[in-house]
């Protein structure tokens, strides 16, 4: 995700992937139709951007895991560039040069039309961004051009037109987002069709940890560190496997499972945050010897459910309007999605952290009592803290 700079880091990258890459690298100038480059040392391509439009696909949607299900959102500014690329060649009275130019730097952008999030010649301003940015030729007429070389009152060269989407710019103006439903309404009655003892996932809760330290299952399916996932429905056979997103959690099933209730405890530091897969494999033995191995109709169906912070402590617990607040707890903050403290309706994104301890000033708040959550990839805490604002 880029700021306002997102513009001119798209031309940054355009020109230095045209240097990089192309065979012979001319001078690559980005100026007005109407501007002087004489002075310029010969061959030059020049990147011209004269339009900007916004992504009409893009135009409502929200970046992944910002917007709260019943929020407005903030979405970002999806634009798309449009460039004209000209030539000039060694000898202005020869135009054979311009095309040896041009023709190196549309080899060069059919080669590379998508800009990967890990080149290297990508701008740093745009290595966050959720979309690909892409590169494509511009079918523009003859009306199209004359009236672009008409406003620039400049006599026409060679050129081309090109696309370039999309980049976004990221809303400056404060979020507001939304509680979890963390009760669904109950469900009906449910039919099971069970070939060759396949595991079949029909519902996921979790045996929820309360403040006195009592243990209650609730069939909902968000979970913290350290609780256990109840997982019910039929054919959990001894030798049956659970995988948690990447992990296998075989080790943490509880004794006690059985047949149609199974337990999963949630403890391994791989799992962040987030909706998380879960599937029950079965291994069988077959062949001569005997070899342990998994077949597509010994897998049950993929559930979700959803790894959310924990919180501990929020200190001090009141304060004036800008007080700085310690929350500490577990899977806090991760660099690499987005993370946020909600005090109230408010939420303050968090540019540092770690996993157990984030700090946040609180301000723009009237006096009063505000519930304080963390929410990190979209994924809320539920724990029951609060701030007061003096």
């Not at 500490?328 to 903050?333: A, C, E, I, M, S």
């Not at 005090?343 to 009592?369: C, E, H, M, N, Y």
Request: glycine share 6%; charged share 20%; proline share 9%.
């Amino acid at each position: 995700m880029s700021d306002f700079t997102g513009v001119q880091a798209i031309t940054a990258t355009l020109r230095e992937i045209l240097l990089q890459r192309m065979a012979e690298p001319p001078t690559i100038t980005a100026a007005g139709l109407n501007v002087d480059i004489s002075d310029v040392d010969p061959p030059i391509l020049n990147l011209f951007l004269y339009r900007i439009t916004e992504s009409a696909g893009l135009k409502n949607q929200d970046l992944p895991g910002m917007a709260g299900p019943l929020s407005l959102g903030r979405p970002p500014l999806s634009l798309e560039l449009h460039y004209l690329i000209t030539a000039t060649g060694l000898d202005p009275n020869d135009d054979r040069g311009a095309h040896r130019v041009l023709g190196d730097a549309m080899l060069t952008l059919h080669d590379h039309p998508i800009i990967a999030k890990d080149d290297p010649l990508l701008d740093p301003a745009l290595q966050n961004a959720a979309e690909l940015i892409t590169v494509t030729m511009e079918q523009l007429d003859t009306e199209e051009l004359s009236k672009i070389w008409t406003a620039a009152t400049a006599p026409v060269r060679l050129c081309t037109g090109y696309k370039v989407t999309v980049v976004q710019l990221e809303s400056t103006r404060p979020r507001r987002v939304a509680k979890p439903v963390l009760a669904p309404p109950a469900a009906g009655p449910r039919v099971y069709a069970v070939p060759l003892d396949r595991p079949v996932i029909a519902s996921v809760g979790v045996m929820r940890l309360l403040p006195d330290l009592s243990v209650v299952e609730q069939n909902v399916p968000y979970v913290r560190v350290g609780e256990q996932l109840v997982v019910r429905g039929t054919g959990f056979f001894p030798g049956t496997r659970v995988m948690l997103g990447e992990v296998d959690a075989t080790t943490s099933i509880d004794p006690a499972s059985t047949s149609s209730r199974m337990l999963v405890q949630v403890v391994d530091a791989a799992l962040q945050p987030g909706v998380q897969r879960l599937q029950l494999i079965r291994d069988v033995e077959v062949g001569e010897p005997p070899e342990e191995r998994v077949f597509p109709f010994l897998r049950s169906n993929v559930s979700a459910f959803v790894l959310i912070p924990t919180i501990t402590t929020v200190s001090p617990a009141d304060g004036p309007d800008g007080t700085v607040i310690t929350v500490t707890g577990q899977r806090l903050f991760r660099a690499d999605v987005p993370s946020m403290v909600l005090v109230g309706d408010r939420a303050f994104l968090l540019a540092a952290g770690t996993p157990t301890q984030v700090q946040l000033a609180v301000s723009g708040l009237p006096a009063g009592i505000y519930p304080v959550s963390v929410r990190v990839n979209g994924a809320e805490s539920i724990d029951a803290h609060t701030f007061e604002v003096t």
